[in-house]
């Protein structure tokens, strides 16, 4: 299968639907201590988007890491403007769920195939969480 | 979706007022998020309410306290009348104690929105514990109880020292509980996802804090949400070890529940540990895995010229700030190095009568309570390089401020702080 015409299905747990770029991360994500709210990027200096903004992008990663601030930090984006346009992520916690809600912005997770593994930094990506589908339209 | 009673019906339809079925809306799209079938009861709560982040500080300029509360510990753009609460409630730490006034560079006006936010919070019915240890004085849940805690070192404490039962909470999540006594039942409230995931065998005995914070951090690595079961020589683990084991796993990892044989009370056995299922090949943690531990947490940056030293993170136990203060005892502090001590208050009372403020503050030293300095993301001016005790500072404040970090033992970061200079080394483990 060409990269374009991917599509992925999982759980959307909170509605919505928008097209953007994505951003990949392999490696978990930290909130607290992990991003800065202000700016939208990721400020942990041992990770592999450090430096990157995720704000606008759909931040596609394996999950959250670190500690209970997640939600709080990425509930900041939201106030502070700076969210990501979207999350698809692979291991679900309450840490990335309530984050999730608290960003109010569409968000999938529980998939039948790994999102990090078939998506690309990049890639055009339709996120449809009313019916928990992630389709790649352009790579 | 999630199962309602009819009392947590009530709740939700506005019964209890609309700050209460605010916070149910928030329970059930949270539950839903996670598959919860139920949510649990809770009378003990512990959450953060009061710390001013850019955000709420925006959101207390245009409508109080409030209005903060309903956005950010509920979810909820109206801005609700908020209730006493519901459960008995607990504040953890914030960013600005009273005792940091003056201390530059801390900004004044924080502390006065920081003093104000805890007596929203007090009018409220919260307990003001004001520590990201709320079990080193006095809220001890007792085994088995449902609670809804966040700080995640707070939370893996909760889960494998006391056999108490929680996830991870968040703001959100720990304000609607604390209003509605209920947080959803699910993860590590149902005994089947408490067992252990991975078998950690340790060669070494780990010899104190900064041992037990090493192999925390490993732990962590390897496993990152899951549950080690640790093996070996390990010895009577005290509060401070435990404390500084599970903070490194939630830095590293973002574990939430662990499990010592024969010391942590979900795992009498090994076998029980792992809920009488296969035992995985043991993971090794040995000399090496010792070593390049403390390399990785000493990796940023490389002037052995120390600025400040920081101390007690997690908040430190009585028995830490005794032995800072027997550190410094009759030293003094080089003239280009803070040292700053962070305890919760009602242990600096006690610190207080037993001498050990005096002796720490006469070297030169501060006692800080209620506060982190990567809560409140400020370190002495100027500071460009720090060190501390604490595997999970020197993991997390590289980033928040962007300064250099070593990790050493309590002895080897006061030498830092009288000396100006990084001496530290990692000794060789025990056997």
């Known amino acids: 299968m060409t990269a374009a015409g991917v599509l992925l299905h999982g759980r959307g747990i909170v509605p919505g639907r928008v097209v953007g770029e994505a951003l990949v991360s392999r490696e978990t994500i930290s909130g607290w201590g992990g991003i800065d709210p202000a700016t939208g990027t990721i400020i942990e200096r041992r990770h592999e988007l450090f430096g990157v903004c995720f704000t606008g992008k759909v931040l596609v990663f394996p999950g959250a890491k670190g500690s209970s601030g997640w939600s709080g930090f990425f509930q900041s984006t939201r106030l502070l403007g700076t969210a990501p346009l979207a999350m698809v992520f692979t291991r679900l916690t309450t840490k990335a769920a309530l984050g999730a809600i608290v960003t109010r912005v569409p968000a999938i997770t529980d998939f039948d195939d790994d999102p990090v593994a078939r998506i690309t930094t990049g890639d055009l990506v339709e996120v449809d969480a009313d019916h928990g589908l992630v389709r790649v339209l352009r790579r | ?431």
Not at chain 2, 94 to 119: C, N, W
Not at chain 2, 135 to 164: C, D, F
């Open chain 2, 1 to 431: 979706m999630v199962g309602l009673t009819d009392e947590e019906k009530r709740m939700r339809d506005g019964a209890e007022g609309d700050a209460v079925a605010a916070a149910m809306d928030l329970l059930i799209r949270y539950a839903d998020a996670l598959g919860a079938e139920r949510l649990c009861e809770t009378r003990n709560v512990a959450g953060t309410t009061t710390q001013p982040s850019p955000a709420k500080e925006k959101l207390v300029a245009e409508g109080g306290w409030a209005k903060a509360f309903s956005v950010i510990s509920l979810d909820c753009d109206d801005d609700l009348e908020i209730p006493p609460m519901r459960v008995p409630t607990c504040q953890l730490q914030h960013g600005f104690g009273e005792d940091a006034r003056g201390i530059m560079p801390y900004p004044g006006h924080k502390i006065d929105l920081q003093a104000e936010a805890e007596s929203f919070a007090s009018s409220r019915g919260v307990n003001v514990l004001a520590t990201c240890t709320p079990y080193q004085v006095g809220n001890l849940p007792t085994y088995g109880e449902h609670v809804a805690w966040m700080e995640s070192s707070a939370v893996v404490y909760a889960n494998s020292v006391l056999g108490a039962r929680t996830n991870c909470e968040g703001g959100a999540s720990t304000g609607a509980a604390s209003l509605t006594g209920r947080i959803p039942c699910w993860g590590n409230h149902h005994r089947e996802n408490r067992y252990g995931t991975h078998l950690i065998e340790t060669t070494l005995a780990p010899d104190g804090f900064q041992d037990w914070g090493m192999l925390g951090y490993f732990a962590g690595d390897v496993v990152q949400e899951e549950r080690p079961v640790v093996i070996g020589e390990l010895g009577s683990p005290d509060l401070a070890d435990l404390k500084h084991f599970g903070a490194a796993a939630a830095s590293s990892g973002g574990v939430e529940m662990y499990h010592l044989p024969g010391r942590t009370p979900d795992a009498p056995t090994l076998e029980a540990a792992f809920g009488g299922r296969a035992i995985p090949e043991p993971i090794r943690y040995g000399e090496a895995e010792r070593r390049a531990v403390y390399e990785s947490l000493n990796s940023i940056g490389d002037s052995e010229d120390v600025d400040f030293v920081l101390l007690g993170c997690p908040h430190a136990s009585l028995e830490q700030v005794g032995r800072v203060a027997r550190a410094l005892e009759g030293r003094t502090l080089s003239s280009g190095c803070e040292l700053w001590l962070m305890t919760p208050r009602a242990l600096r009372t006690v610190a207080d009568r037993n001498g050990w403020t005096e002796t720490i503050r006469r070297a030169g030293g501060r006692v800080l309570t209620d506060s982190c300095p990567a809560m409140s993301r400020v370190a002495p001016e100027g500071t460009r390089v720090f060190a501390t005790d604490s595997a999970k500072q020197a993991h997390y404040l590289p980033a928040i401020l962007g300064i250099e970090a070593w990790f050493g033992t309590l002895e080897d970061c006061v030498d830092a702080a009288v000396t100006g200079r990084w001496r530290g080394s990692l000794g060789k483990a025990a056997r």
